[in-house]
Every structure is written in structure tokens, then in C-alpha cells.
């Protein structure tokens, strides 16, 4: 059983920085890929950065140069630096993991609210 947990949201004003982290917890893990997304009020869930291992990240255009995916491997972690946050950025941010075999796992979300 893959167990996910995240940290780090919170309130924070525009122009501000939040730190999101996740940790992947299970027996044998073995990682494709480590993610974050998010879901604003009344929208779709949307991926944010995607870190695929071996590869490069990748970001939804709106937040390439101000946010940062990383990964800590050896502890199956996951971070999010959020820079000069924008009040649409708010919404509750996912991690997710998949792991090999092609399984897809989801953290419970962390609340991000930008005021402006």
C-alpha cells in the first residue's frame, strides 16, 4: 500500500512564496514519475510540474520561471517551490506518484490561497 503525504500550503499574499512538500511512503517503491496538480474552485484538476525520472521537468506555461519541482530520490520525496505567487494560483495542490508497474497514486491536497 503506497501512502502519500503533503505539506505546505497555506495563505500567503500576492508576490509571496510557498514550499509544498510530499513524501511517498510504501514497501519497494520503485518511481516513475512525481508530480504536482492542482484544482481551483470550479475548474478541472490541472498538472502544474511534472518530473519524470530520467527526464526533464515540465510546467503549465503560466507558472514556468516562477515555480520549481525537485525530488529527493533517496527519501521518495517531492517539492514545490512556488515563487511570486498570483492570486490565481489558489486551489488545493495534489502530489501524485506513479509507480512502476503504471499505477497511479494520489496525496489527499493542500490548500494554496493567494490574496491579492
Known amino acids: 500500500q503506497v501512502q502519500i503525504k503533503e505539506s505546505g500550503g497555506g495563505l500567503v499574499q500576492a508576490g509571496g512564496s510557498l514550499r509544498l512538500s510530499c513524501v511517498a511512503s510504501?514497501?519497494?517503491?520503485?518511481?516513475?514519475?512525481m508530480a504536482w496538480y492542482r484544482q481551483a474552485p470550479g475548474k478541472e484538476r490541472e498538472p502544474v510540474a511534472i518530473?519524470?525520472?530520467?527526464?526533464?521537468?515540465d510546467y503549465l506555461d503560466s507558472v514556468e520561471g516562477r515555480f520549481t519541482i525537485s525530488r529527493d530520490n533517496a527519501n521518495n520525496a517531492v517539492y514545490l517551490q512556488m515563487n511570486n505567487l498570483r492570486p490565481e494560483d489558489t486551489g488545493v495542490y495534489y502530489c501524485?506518484?506513479?509507480?512502476?508497474?503504471?499505477?497511479?497514486?494520489w496525496g489527499q491536497g493542500t490548500q494554496v490561497t493567494v490574496s491579492a
Open positions: 501524485n506518484v506513479v509507480t512502476i508497474p503504471a499505477t497511479s497514486h
Open positions: 510504501g514497501s519497494a517503491l520503485r518511481i516513475s514519475t
Open positions: 518530473d519524470i525520472t530520467g527526464g526533464h521537468p
